[in-house]
């Protein structure tokens, strides 16, 4: 079973828990990394776009600055 799908059934399983506790909001952040990826997803697209590791540094400090300015 692939990763992604094991994540997902698991979130269907514990989002009714997560509801009576009142952190729902929590698990949007796992649904958004299934939707979008992670960093090294968006590194690897980078990456595999035009084999630029400039770029690829340039994705990161982009994120990273979008993060820290968001926090």
């Not at 992604?4 to 269907?12: H, M």
């Not at 992670?38 to 993060?67: C, H, K, M, P, Y």
């Amino acid at each position: 079973m692939p990763v992604a799908q094991l994540v997902r059934r698991t979130l269907r399983d514990i989002e009714p828990h997560a509801r009576e506790l009142g952190s729902e909001r929590e698990l949007d952040g796992i649904r958004e990394i299934l939707a979008r990826g992670n960093g090294s997803d968006r590194q690897l697209r980078v990456f595999n776009a035009n084999r630029d590791i400039v770029e690829v540094v340039r994705e990161i400090a982009d994120a990273t600055e979008v993060e820290r300015v968001a926090a």
